[in-house]
């Protein structure tokens, strides 16, 4: 492990693209061979610039240490581009991160049918449903999902993986927190979130962009939900397209802004899907034997918020008519146990915990004398499912429909 300060060496050098550092570790062939490299050698180094070249030179090892003692206490796992660990598919994109800071595992993933699921931040009702749907879907017939987990359509397909009981992996444009909170701890206990910014890294905008490559080269293929003309979903389909990656489009509404990308993206030639399985059928043959094929489950819809609409206006009100009385309830009827038939066993005890008012997460915990990463993980499943909400003070409320 003594050369692994050589490969934080060169991943902390964070002000060289990533086409430099991969270009260093490429030429000398490690990270080590490079920072003992002789004075002024690397200007011979194509793709290195000359002000990245002076960077070089002062071969400063001061944030290695640091970067040590935050991965050992916030339980990241270090990748370097030599550890049997790092997915093969990524290292054969261009410019590949010599570095990858995970929490969660990546283990495998050659091995597995992994999509990403993408779009604009500002999705629509549709598109939001789409993009967890879908997402939903590919977990369920043995798939992963791979998402940016910004606001909108990323975040929509995270939750729809971790709903489906699916792995989601999750790739950063930043450094890691220091303490993971709600839908990116729940993806590292389920899956990955990675990183290829070491602890303490100060964001830039160019950060952002750079993931792209990173999201894409984890998949097979990329699926765009919803994207307005110009939209960052159409630049990440674009380097996806030149990594070799199968690119899907989802159709919405020829006047809508947001479909302006994704009808677009099928004009020039992108598979048009409507589910999962339109996307997953493509790679069934290269994996006969992890994907579940084309299901008849649908994914469960979203229970209304009672702010949004009170339960009193879901339960029909009977008639005074005979014929009207003896109609199979209602479709906005659910009775309480139906309601609470497909919950594990550990989320019915978190559950019984939050029932008679409103709880603080902290009461929970000691209540159900689970970990706090558990009752967490499961609480965000429970909101995802609209079994609870989020309340003020760190407070939860049961979110269920009551005879």
């Known amino acids: 492990m003594a050369a692994i300060k050589y490969w934080l060496w060169l991943s902390s050098q964070t002000r060289l693209s990533p086409r430099a550092r991969a270009a260093l570790a490429a030429y000398y062939g490690g990270a080590e061979e490079a920072f003992h490299a002789p004075p002024g050698d690397f200007s011979c180094v194509p793709g290195v610039s000359r002000l990245e070249t002076q960077l070089l030179e002062q071969r400063d090892m001061s944030r290695v240490e640091p970067i040590l003692e935050a991965c ?34 990546l283990k495998d993933l050659d091995e597995e049918a992994a999509v990403a699921v993408i779009g604009t931040r500002k999705a629509s009702p549709y598109g939001l449903k789409m993009g967890r749907n879908l997402s939903w879907e590919i977990a369920k017939a043995g798939g992963t999902v791979i998402s940016l987990v910004t606001e909108g359509i990323d975040e929509a397909a995270a939750k729809g993986a971790l709903l489906g009981g699916g792995r989601c992996i999750a790739v950063l444009g930043t450094a890691h ?38 999201a894409s080269g984890l998949s097979l293929g990329v699926v765009v939900v919803e994207a307005p003309e110009n939209s960052g979903a159409l630049l990440f389909a674009a380097e996806a397209l030149e990594q070799g990656r199968e690119i899907f489009a989802v159709p919405g509404n020829a006047d809508a802004p947001n479909s302006a990308g994704t009808i677009g993206l099928i004009k020039q030639g992108a598979k048009p899907v409507t589910c999962g399985w339109d996307v997953l059928e493509e790679f069934a043959p290269l994996y006969p034997e992890k994907l579940k094929g084309n299901t008849a489950d649908k994914a469960p819809e979203q229970r209304v918020q009672p702010e949004e609409k009170p339960a009193s206006q879901n339960i029909p009100q ?15 009827y659910i009775d309480l146990r139906e309601q609470l038939s497909g919950l594990s066993a ?52 049961l979110n269920l429909i009551r005879k």
């Open 72 to 105: 050992q206490i916030q339980g990241i796992d270090i990748i370097t581009m030599q550890d049997a660990d790092y997915p093969a598919r990524l290292k054969n994109i261009f410019a590949p991160p010599v570095v990858l800071y995970v929490k969660g595992s």
């Open 177 to 214: 927190r220091e303490r993971e909170r709600g839908l990116c701890l729940d993806i590292a206990h389920s899956g990955a979130l990675v990183s290829e910014y070491p602890p303490g890294s100060k964001p830039v905008k160019s950060f952002f962009r750079d993931r792209n490559r990173i």
């Open 318 to 332: 009977p008639r005074e008519t005979k014929k009207e009385i003896d109609k199979e309830k209602g479709k906005g």
């Open 346 to 397: 550990e989320q019915l005890e978190i559950v019984k915990a939050i029932s008679g008012g409103s709880r603080h997460i902290d009461d929970i915990i000691e209540a159900t004398g689970y970990t706090a990463a558990k009752v967490l993980s499961q609480l965000t499943l429970l909101e995802i499912k609209g079994y609870v909400r989020r309340d003020a003070g760190k407070r939860i409320s």
